[in-house]
């Protein structure tokens, strides 16, 4: 790599032409094609192809999202199956993902598309920025990957090789360090092969440039990164500070009345919207089985009548970005159905399944 790069002070380097990033680019694109992994939405240049993947990948790595890539465009091939599908069918097929107000935009964006460009996937950039769900990144890698537009890809990858790379101290999450590292990111850009040289950048930092031990020795970038040869991998990128992290306590009932059960559909302005559990009794702190059993939300909800408790299980933990969930289930059997169970949805326990709920209350679906 070409050391006059690595020498720049941070300003200088912002300054200069796309030609004097040459080196970093041959450099990057050498290493990419020999360590690239052969992933199916490589091999298209469908835009729906590839919003899917770019979607499923956010907040998800790629090992656990492959499947959920191959399931999910088996059954929603192209946008008009996805968007005259049924939302909770298209929220049953992401069981386990998590977000899943990825796949409500989804939803959603495929409807938008079916109405406001009759069907066909934009083509301009300002178009698909516009679509429900889709930010810089994922409108940049679209427009890069599907009609190889010069629009470079920032993700979390791409920050950390550019802030080691070249040594820079300002946040990743600061709006100074967005703008930032989006001006150098776009001066990066091989604007003859734009949807090349974003996977390679992205790659880079998934497989070379890792989070943690990140493979130094045989990094073919080592000559000129500022951060190692500085010594100061471990301290880059840099962060604004950690998000606050709010504890939560669930305590499911899972009511069992015959050869029925009860759910309720989560509502907007919290986590799981529009997911299927049991009816649930929130509380400030953990709660043991014997007090929650005494309180007046479950008397309520079973009408103070008796019951056979059927199982019980222990405290999980669920970690969220921004949430705890400390949750327990209970599972009772009532001789008849309490008025507060009026305003739940009955079912039969044998389609207890086939309703889209969280990864939690999956876990807890095993009381069954």
């Given at each position: 790599?070409?050391?006059?790069?690595?020498?720049m002070p941070?300003?200088?380097?912002?300054?200069?032409?796309n030609?004097d990033f040459?080196?970093f680019?041959q450099a990057l694109a050498?290493?990419?094609q020999?360590?690239?992994?052969?992933?199916?939405?490589?091999?298209?240049?469908d835009?729906?192809?590839?919003?899917?993947?770019?979607?499923?990948l956010?907040?998800?790595q790629?090992?656990?999202?492959l499947g959920y890539?191959?399931?999910?465009i088996?059954?929603f091939?192209n946008?008009?199956?996805?968007?005259?599908?049924?939302?909770?069918?298209?929220?049953?097929?992401?069981?386990?993902?998590g977000?899943?107000?990825?796949a409500?935009?989804?939803?959603a964006?495929?409807?938008?598309?079916m109405?406001?460009?009759h069907g066909?996937?934009?083509t301009?950039h300002?178009?698909?920025?516009?679509?429900k769900?889709?930010g810089?990144?994922t409108?940049?890698?679209?427009c890069s990957?599907a009609?190889?537009q010069p629009?470079a890809t920032?993700?979390g990858?791409?920050y950390?090789v550019?802030?080691?790379?070249?040594g820079?101290?300002t946040?990743?999450?600061?709006?100074?360090g967005k703008?930032l590292?989006?001006v150098?990111a776009?001066e990066?850009?091989d604007r003859?092969h734009?949807?090349?040289h974003?996977?390679?950048?992205?790659?880079f930092?998934?497989l070379q440039?890792t989070?943690?031990?990140?493979?130094?020795?045989?990094?073919?970038l080592?000559?000129?990164?500022?951060?190692?040869n500085?010594?100061?991998?471990t301290?880059?990128?840099k962060?604004?500070g950690?998000?606050?992290v709010?504890?939560r306590y669930f305590?499911y009932i899972?009511v069992?009345?015959?050869?029925?059960t009860?759910l309720?559909?989560?509502?907007?302005?919290?986590?799981?919207?529009?997911l299927y559990e049991?009816?649930?009794?929130?509380t400030?702190?953990?709660?043991?089985v014997?007090?929650l059993?005494?309180?007046?939300?479950?008397q309520?909800?079973t009408?103070g009548q008796?019951f056979?408790?059927?199982g019980t299980s222990?405290?999980k933990k669920h970690?969220?970005s921004h949430q705890?969930?400390?949750a327990?289930?209970?599972?009772i059997?009532?001789?008849?159905?309490a008025?507060?169970?009026?305003?739940?949805t009955e079912?039969d326990?044998?389609?207890?399944h086939?309703?889209p709920t969280s990864?939690?209350m999956?876990?807890?679906?095993e009381?069954k």
């Open positions: 790599m070409h050391s006059l790069i690595a020498r941070i300003n200088k380097r912002f300054m200069n032409t030609d040459k080196p680019r050498t290493w990419y020999s360590n690239k992994r052969d992933l199916p939405w490589r091999h298209t240049t835009p729906y192809i590839i919003w899917i993947s770019e979607i499923i956010q907040q998800t790629v090992v656990q999202g890539f191959n399931r999910f088996e059954r091939p946008v008009k199956s996805l968007a005259e599908a049924p939302l909770d069918e298209v929220l049953k097929l992401w069981q386990g993902l977000y899943y107000s990825r409500r935009n989804l939803h964006s495929a409807q938008q598309i109405i406001q460009f066909e996937f934009p301009e300002a178009q698909v920025l516009s679509l769900g889709i810089e990144y409108a940049a890698a679209i990957f009609y190889q629009f920032i993700d990858n791409v950390r550019l802030a080691r790379y070249f820079i101290d946040p990743i999450d600061s709006t100074e703008k590292f989006s150098l776009t990066l850009l003859e734009p949807d090349t974003n996977q390679a950048m992205m790659e930092g998934a440039c989070p943690s031990s990140p493979n130094c020795d045989a990094c073919p080592q000559n000129s990164c500022i951060a190692y500085h010594k100061r991998i301290e880059l990128p962060k604004v950690k998000t606050s709010r504890a305590n899972f069992h009345l015959d050869t029925k009860y309720r559909q989560r509502g907007p302005k919290d986590i799981w919207q529009g049991f009816p649930l009794i929130e400030t702190q953990a709660t043991n014997e007090e059993l005494k309180s007046e939300p479950f309520t909800l009408d008796s056979t408790i059927l222990p405290t970690v969220l705890h969930i400390f327990q289930c209970i599972h059997k009532l001789d008849k159905k008025t507060a169970l009026n305003q739940y079912i326990l044998k389609n207890l086939d309703y990864r939690l999956e876990l807890f679906l009381l």
